[in-house]
């Protein structure tokens, strides 16, 4: 590739798993100095199974149907189709959406508000960080298709 030809990828700030790691290590430390319960524990256990339920089962079925369009799934790669079916007819970004889940089913095992709250934070740097980038890229890339499907399909839910 030369010099003066621009990336093929969106140059989002950090690999997105790598994001949410940091967000829940730093949430678990504020968790250890500042707890504030949500509500009985046992009601917090559940609400946190159907995140850590719903989560996994989201990013897998985005991962599948984006191996089964042609496209890589790594951000830094480039896009090669747009995916249209499976989750992303309902969400542009299931995957950054499982990871917010996922820090809510946190919040929920450790019962606390700040723990769970911490999702805001992780959603913003997702939103600035990684999918307006993202948004830029696929616009420039694919034009007119992509943006027909950002009228059809909402960016998070």
């Known amino acids: 590739m030369k010099a003066d030809q621009p990336l093929d990828n969106p140059g989002v700030v950090a690999f997105p798993p790598l994001i949410w790691?940091?967000?829940?290590?730093?949430?678990?430390?504020?968790?250890?100095?500042?707890?504030?319960?949500?509500?009985?524990?046992?009601?917090?256990?559940?609400?946190?199974?159907?995140?850590?339920?719903?989560?996994?089962?989201?990013?897998?079925?985005?991962?599948?149907r984006m191996k089964a369009a042609g496209t890589n799934v790594h951000p830094a790669k480039p896009a090669l189709v747009i995916v249209r079916d499976g989750p992303f007819r309902v969400t542009r970004n299931p995957m950054y959406l499982a990871l917010c889940l996922v820090q809510i089913?946190?919040?929920?095992?450790?019962?606390?508000?700040i723990t769970l709250l911490f999702v805001v934070p992780l959603a913003l740097i997702f939103h600035y960080g990684v999918v307006l980038r993202e948004e830029r890229y696929l616009t420039a890339k694919f034009g007119e298709p992509y943006l027909q499907y950002k009228r059809e399909v909402p960016r998070w839910i």
């Open 21 to 64: 790691l940091v967000n829940a290590v730093i949430s678990v430390l504020v968790h250890l100095f500042i707890g504030l319960p949500i509500m009985r524990y046992g009601a917090c256990l559940v609400c946190g199974i159907v995140f850590i339920f719903l989560a996994p089962t989201l990013a897998l079925w985005a991962l599948i």
């Open 105 to 113: 089913a946190l919040g929920f095992f450790l019962n606390d508000w």
